[in-house]
């Protein structure tokens, strides 16, 4: 990869890092019974796995969950939600590199979203109680959804408009 191509690379990672923590503290669902909230930061986490690829999907991940939680007051979240949505954009991102076609992009997100669902039944379970974690299955499942079909819709006509990728 060319230096100047891998700047860019580089560069809309950065920006993306930075929409995703926006785009999740704007769109914000409190939600008392699991001491979180949804909103829409999977949206760019999957953004940019289908564009840039898995390492650059797992940095934006993990990065925006981390920034997210340490600004929105749940800093006890913040190495779970490093982890739980780093590894929902590496592994979306290796899937989609590995499978190019529509439905390994659909299996990529698919998959994604189930880690960062187990990962976050997984962390409640352990901050709180496995009944926290359980409740947390349908908010966070609806995120991830979310943030996949806006993925999904967004990362075709985007790809088209930067074409220095």
């Not at 698919?110 to 926290?132: A, E, H, N, Q, R």
């Not at 995120?143 to 930067?162: C, D, H, S, T, Y």
């Amino acid at each position: 990869m060319t230096q100047h191509k891998q700047l860019v690379r580089m560069s809309l990672a950065a920006i993306l890092l930075a929409l995703t923590v926006v785009f999740g503290r704007i769109f914000l669902i409190p939600l008392p019974w699991t001491h979180g909230n949804v909103n829409l930061c999977d949206a760019g986490i999957f953004i940019a796995s289908l564009m840039l690829g898995p390492w650059y999907g797992g940095f934006v991940g993990g990065f925006s969950g981390l920034f997210l939680d340490l600004i929105s007051g749940f800093a006890q979240y913040a190495p779970f939600s490093f982890v739980a949505h780093g590894l929902e954009g590496l592994i979306t991102g290796l899937i989609t590199k590995h499978l190019p076609s529509l439905w390994g992009k659909i299996l990529g997100l698919t998959v994604g979203t189930i880690i960062m669902v187990v990962l976050y039944l997984v962390s409640d379970s352990i901050m709180y109680s496995f009944s926290t974690g359980i409740l947390g299955i349908g908010p966070n499942l609806f995120q991830g959804l979310i943030g996949a079909v806006v993925a999904f819709v967004i990362e075709k006509p985007l790809q088209k408009r930067i074409k220095m990728l």
